[in-house]
Structure formats: C-alpha cells, structure tokens
C-alpha cells in the first residue's frame, strides 16, 4: 500500500469507534476465579449483558481460586489494574476489609434470596450454597451418611479436596471440619489422611479429577448434581446429605479502593443484583442465585440436598483463626 494511503487508512482507522480519544470506552476490569469466566462459566453471558448497558468493555481476569484473588490483591496493593473483585466469600471479607484494599460501594440490596440477613457497605453477595461432598453413586454403594463416617471410612475410597490455603471450597471444607470436631479436628484430619486422593489448588483441578474417575468422592456443592443432571442428563453424581450439618457458602464480589473507573463498578455491582446477571448464575455457576431471576429455578436445583442444619463462623472468627487453623491442617496433612 502506498505510503499515503496507508497514512489516511490509518487516520480514518483512528476515527471509527473504538479508537481514539473522542470515542474510547472504558474498560472495567473484573478480577475473579477461573471457572467464572470460562466458556461453561456465567462470565460470558454476564459480559455480553452488561456490556449493552454501558459504552463500555468488561474485562474478566482470571486470578486463581478465592483465596488466591485476595492473596493477588494484597500483592498487587495500590498498584492493581482491577476495578472489582469477584469471587471472595463471607470467609475472607473481614481480612479483606482489613486490608484497606476495598471501598464502600454504596448499595442498598433489596429483596435478596440469600438465607441469612445482609448488612455488609462493602460486600454484596451474587451466589450461594452449601459445600457438600458429590459422589459417583457407581462405584460407592454404601457413601457416609455424616462427616464422622467419612473420616472413619475406607481408606480405598478416595476423596479430591481443595487447598484451604488458595481456595475458597478448600477452606469451606476446614472450616466444616473444624464445626464439628472443635478440638480434635486435628486428629480427624489424621484420620481422613488416609482418605484423600490428593488436595488441589481449587475447585476446578479436584472436580476434575472426580470426573475423570480418578476419586469417587469430591468436596463440591449441594448444587453440583444439578449440572449433571440438566446438561449431561447424568444421574449417578449425588450429593450427600451428613447429619451434623452443611458449611454454608455465600459468594460477594466488591469495588477496589484503588479502581479508575469507580463509577463503572459500582454500576456493575447494582447490575448484579439484578436479574440479567442473576439469570447466568443457576445454570452457567451452578449455585443458588442471591437475587431474583426472571424465571423459575430448573426442577433439579429443587431436588438439591437441604441440609438438617447450617454451620457458619463470622467473617471475624475466621479471620482471627484461619492461621492457626490452617497451620492444624498443615501438621495433621504432614505437609
């Protein structure tokens, strides 16, 4: 191409939308957990969505599971590019609010689905479960009916976990733990040592490896089966019901102190409460949505396990004892 028609090409390029000064759009920079933005994630379909609310682009990061986003974070400090973080849990928002790396968003939610009430000016909740451990009813004919039989239970019987130290499931499962056994959770730990296939970085390495067949059992959610159900039409994936009780998980995304385009995010955060990101979460997350969606939830989510009882700790308690909590897993594990 000539050198002044490359020159005008270039020009008129620079003019057309998208380019230049004149007619940029912002971008909003979302950090969160990997499944979220994969192609079997909500993340597309919440992009496409917002985006036709705004002169803007939603940029997903992917940065780890749920504890490594806030580990991301905090290394990152005031220097990070995210606007919003998504994809931390009711778990780590007291650490997270201690680290002055997150602002107030200025929301009032109405009419949330989540079963506990919510006053939180820098967490707003998008999804929530129970963690449960899925088993392959194939190859496991009589699965534990309790947290106490699955740590007694037959070493032959392998269970995929998550790392509490990276993972939001993983440190679900500890805290799970540490609800029923108090104390002794260290010696329980010794004896489901002998249980665990191995302890993954995050959710989507141990589902994984349970889907590949190698463990018959993975700690995941009360909502799992439901994905198989509905787009494999697979039934032999259950969940279990124990009878001490089910770890609750209530998912929050929040707005970066540190964020450019503060108005954007908290215009995102509003548009997550609402039912064009809700509809994305039963079907594209696989867990229960924290607002109201447009239609009813698909026949399976109604079939989940409810479980006999709910356990949670404060976001304070964790954050006063994750450490040492972890440092038990850590001497019981071996590791």
Known sequence: MPRLSLLAFFCAAMLMPGHGTANATETLTVY???GFPADYGPGPAIKVAFEKTCQCTLEWVAAGDGVALLNRLKLEGTNSHADVVLGLDTNLTAEARASGLFEAHGITPTALAIPMPWADDQFLPFDFAHFAVVYDSEKIKNPPKSL??????PAAEKIALEDPRTSTPGLGFLLWMKEVYGDKAGAAWGKLKGRILTVAPGWTEAYGLFTKGEAPMVLSYTTSPAYHIISEKVTKYQALSFSEGHYLQIEVAGLVKASVHKDLAKKFLAFMMTP???????TGNWMFPAAATSA???DAFNAAVKPVKTLLYTPEEVAKNRKA???EWLAAMGQ
Do not use: K, N, R, S
């Open 296 to 298: 009813p939830l698909p």
């Open 32 to 34: 969160t957990y990997e």
């Open 148 to 153: 106490a039989e699955l740590v007694d239970g």
């Open 325 to 327: 909590w972890i440092d």
């Open 276 to 282: 064009a990101f809700q509809d994305a979460i039963p």
